[in-house]
């Protein structure tokens, strides 16, 4: 049995009166890449957000590598090696991509006096390689904020990678990109997953995409976890196809 | 020994500004003293106090810059812990509370304010002023270039940019907010000890925080030039200057309407400054031969 990296137990979330998430447990074993789907308004990315310090949980528990991540700010989070990105990207839009990458480098412990740094050779060498491996290359010296919608998802997807992070997570990594490109992206997450040896938990529509790189996918409705399994099974669970198509 | 060298000799030993003023006087009460030994401790007197008051001004004006970047560090690591209206308001309160808290001070001259030690001969006010200002602009500058290529610089950026995403990447936002803060409250010390000089009088409530002139300029100079950048405030500065003096020599009278139309015209139509104007000029180049590289 692989070990864990991410244990989720019991978590709840609620906003007001209406649960986001509803005791949810699972668990995200090292170098996998494990999937989340679920309709609209099912509380994926408010898990996220929990996972990441965004929106503190209200019960349960969060252990990254064994530690609890409960009381702990995004930040700090951050540095321990668990980063996300977002549904609608997050780039420094007044900087050009190569910045962009080079501020993206890992501030493990956030000691203030390691920034009094300029970036080395070796942190340029590695921003240009994976500018490269997302196919941004050409765009390096352009601001983030003129790039297309689904090349900054490429960029936001490449200064994860800069931070080096154990554990990625992905919300809707292919919302926005072109289809052609698609195949493309998958390839590049999978690479990500076995020649960085990043762990990755991705929230995406695209079925398609899912069932293509996903080892197990866990299925949110309603806040609940309603389904856990490989893709196959997924699939053709009765409750996934309820919960996607409204049955009564 | 003479009573000349007797004086000079005392006056080589202790702070000799109020020592020798002293003596001054008391031989000016002592008839065996020859006017030549008088001229003499006078003329040491001028020798010594020019630079000496030169020396404090400069001390002055780095104690104030490391005292301010405590207050800073202390203040901003509180208040920079807000965002948005919150900080705008956090901030202005600040500047008015700091304002009020001055003036009930004695030893800064309290509601009154406070005159400025006037200079020794030998000691042209103005070019001191003017120099030490320029010295000052000169080493902020080449220290922010160095910030600015550092990952601190990095930083400053990124959260200018997106301060939600900088959280995500785990940059410590706070620690850098309230050095940054710190580090512009210890040249703003500088920069207010200059302008206190310059104006041989500061009033905590009516100078320091005076809107309509002071207050409004220093913000109106960056977004001239195009805030966020490091040519930005200078060439904001040098343009802002002469807008000023245009307005007060050929429309005086209607120089504030001017200045006002001025204001509203840059908000307008370049809210990014001359600096952004040009970086979009430069942006838009790049992607042009971007396209033709791709063709």
Redesign the interface.
């Known amino acids: 049995m692989s070990e864990t990296i991410l244990e989720i137990r019991g978590v709840s979330k609620h906003f007001g009166g209406i649960y986001a998430n509803q005791d949810i447990s699972l668990d995200i074993p090292k170098g996998a890449i494990i999937g989340l789907i679920g309709p609209n308004g099912s509380g994926k990315s408010t898990l996220f957000g929990s996972i990441?310090g965004y929106h503190p949980i209200d019960e349960g528990s969060i252990k990254y590598e064994g530690q609890e991540l409960k009381r702990l700010?995004?930040?700090?989070?951050?540095?321990l090696g668990l980063?996300?990105t977002?549904q609608q990207t997050?780039?420094?839009?007044?900087?050009d991509c190569v910045?962009n990458m080079?501020?993206?480098?890992?501030?493990?412990g956030?000691d203030?006096r390691?920034?009094?740094?300029?970036?080395s050779a070796e942190d340029r060498d590695r921003a240009e390689d994976l500018l490269e491996f997302v196919g941004l290359a050409?765009?390096r010296?352009?601001?983030a904020g003129?790039l297309s919608f689904g090349q900054q998802k490429l960029l936001e997807f490449a200064?994860?990678l800069m931070?080096e992070p154990d554990l990625l997570l992905l919300d809707e990594p292919t919302a926005g990109i072109n289809p052609t490109l698609i195949n493309g992206l998958i390839d590049r997450l999978r690479q990500a997953n076995e020649r960085f040896g990043v762990t990755l938990f991705v929230i995406e529509h695209n079925m398609r995409v899912m069932m293509n790189l996903a080892q197990e996918i866990h299925v949110l409705a309603g806040g609940k976890l309603i389904a856990s399994g490989k893709p196959k099974d997924i699939q053709n669970d009765p409750r996934v196809i309820e919960a996607y198509l409204g049955g009564s | 020994m003479s009573r000349a060298e007797e004086i000079l000799l005392m006056a080589k030993a202790v702070p000799p500004f109020p020592k020798v003023a002293h003596r001054v006087l008391a031989m000016l009460d002592d008839p065996s003293v020859k006017a030549a030994d008088l001229a003499e401790v006078i003329q040491y007197d001028a020798a010594i106090t020019a630079p000496i008051f030169v020396q404090s001004l400069i001390i002055g004006l780095l104690a104030a810059a490391i005292l301010n970047f405590v207050i800073g560090l202390i203040v901003g690591s509180q208040l920079l812990q807000t965002r948005g209206h919150y900080f705008a308001v956090g901030t202005l309160g600040l500047g008015v509370a700091a304002g009020e808290f001055a003036g009930t001070m004695d030893f800064l001259g309290g509601g009154s304010g406070m005159n400025f030690i006037q200079p020794p001969d030998g000691v042209n006010l103005t070019q001191l002023l003017y120099f030490l200002g320029l010295g000052v602009v000169a080493i902020f500058f080449v220290f922010l270039t160095w910030l600015h290529?550092?990952?601190?610089g990095?930083?400053m950026?990124?959260i200018?940019?997106?301060e939600?995403?900088?959280?995500?990447?785990?940059?410590?936002?706070?620690?850098?907010k309230t050095?940054a803060w710190a580090i512009a409250a210890a040249f703003a010390a500088i920069a207010g000890g200059l302008y206190g000089a310059g104006k041989n009088f500061i009033d905590p409530t009516e100078v320091a925080f005076s809107l309509p002139t002071v207050g409004v300029w220093m913000l109106l100079m960056p977004l001239m030039g195009g805030k966020?950048t490091l040519w930005g405030p200078i060439l904001g500065a040098v343009m802002f200057q002469l807008f000023k003096e245009f307005f007060w020599t050929y429309l005086f009278g209607w120089q504030r309407v001017a200045l006002g139309l001025l204001i509203v015209i840059i908000v307008v139509f370049f809210p990014d400054g001359l600096m952004g104007g040009l970086r979009a000029v430069k942006?838009r180049l790049?992607?042009k031969s971007?396209k033709g590289?791709?063709a």
Do not use: C, Q, W
């Open positions: 990441t700010r995004t930040a700090e989070i951050a540095r980063i996300r977002f997050h780039v420094y839009d007044e900087m910045r080079l501020i993206s480098r890992p501030m493990r956030g203030i390691t920034l009094l740094h300029e970036p050409s765009k010296h352009l601001l003129s200064m994860a931070n | 290529r550092t990952r601190f990095f930083v950026n990124a200018r940019d997106n939600d995403k900088a959280e995500a990447m785990g940059l410590p936002t706070g620690r850098v050095f966020g942006e790049s992607r971007g590289e791709a």
